[in-house]
């Protein structure tokens, strides 16, 4: 059970506060056994964290979401949170786990139709609950192919969005600041720099009144590298250092919200 999925983790809101609090729990808790702390935000049973974190709290895990749910969520808000989450636990000593499609971006597959569905929680529930088909639609890896790549036809086991071909990722690779040139690079700067081996040190006093959460910025320090990350709705002064990589574009020495920062230290 050492590496068990980190669900208190996957669960939490974006959030600096709540943030700091599971990731040191996780940490104290992991470390209590001897284990390396494991982190994930995406799997097949919930809903993606490119849709999830663009949704609030009361999104229950197995209940999915659909065309008729209320409140659905902001494709590119979504996705900004989703790519700064994506660098700030990528950042975090221990084991990361990536769930296939987050590395492209992808989102929930919302609208898909009821008689395509195929989750048992969509008909023990009797269509109350859309369940988990969202987050297993099959992945986009050629644009212009059939299935986008999937198969030799058209027919996939779930219909894929029609907008998915530039999600594909041979629409990605290469590309400067796709969502999957930034996985290359955010998981090649993790290995060079052995963040997985290293620990977290909390920095106070980083990005603006605080660093610790309070402010919605969260700051800690991996090794040579300080990472910061802004959960809240307005930019916060920049740091000094060495910009290694951002997971939006920053905003001259601002660092805008929604965003990921790693700075060499």
């Given at each position: ?61 197995g209940h999915g979401i659909g065309p008729k749910s209320p409140g659905l969520p902001d ?191």
């Amino acid at each position: 059970m050492h590496q068990a999925f980190n669900f208190a983790y996957l669960g939490t809101e974006w959030d600096a506060a709540a943030l700091r609090s599971v990731i040191d729990d996780s940490l104290a808790a992991f470390g209590a056994v001897g284990a390396p702390s494991t982190w994930v935000l995406s799997n097949h049973d919930v809903i993606r964290h490119a849709s999830r974190l663009a949704l609030g709290a009361d999104s229950l895990q197995g209940h999915g979401i659909g065309p008729k749910s209320p409140g659905l969520p902001d494709p590119v808000l979504g996705l900004r949170r989703a790519r700064a989450a994506s660098a700030l636990m990528l950042a975090l000593p221990g084991s990361a786990y990536l769930y296939q499609g987050e590395e492209l971006g992808l989102p929930e597959a919302i609208h898909l139709p009821d008689e395509a569905r195929q989750d048992p929680t969509w008909f023990r529930t009797e269509g109350e609950r859309y369940g988990r088909d969202g987050c297993r639609v099959p992945l986009p890896w050629e644009a212009d192919a059939p299935s986008y790549g999937f198969g030799p036809t058209d027919a996939s086991w779930l219909p894929q969005p029609a907008g998915w071909s530039e999600l594909a990722r041979d629409r990605q690779r290469g590309v400067a600041g796709s969502t999957l040139e930034l996985y290359r690079r955010v998981l090649a700067e993790r290995r060079s720099r052995s963040l997985a081996s290293g620990s977290v040190e909390w920095l106070d006093g980083v990005g603006g009144d605080g660093g610790g959460g309070g402010d919605g910025v969260l700051a800690l320090r991996n090794g040579t590298v300080v990472v910061v990350a802004n959960t809240g709705s307005e930019a916060v002064p920049l740091p000094a250092g060495r910009v290694i990589l951002a997971s939006d574009e920053l905003d001259g020495a601002q660092l805008p919200a929604d965003t990921t920062v790693w700075l060499e230290a």
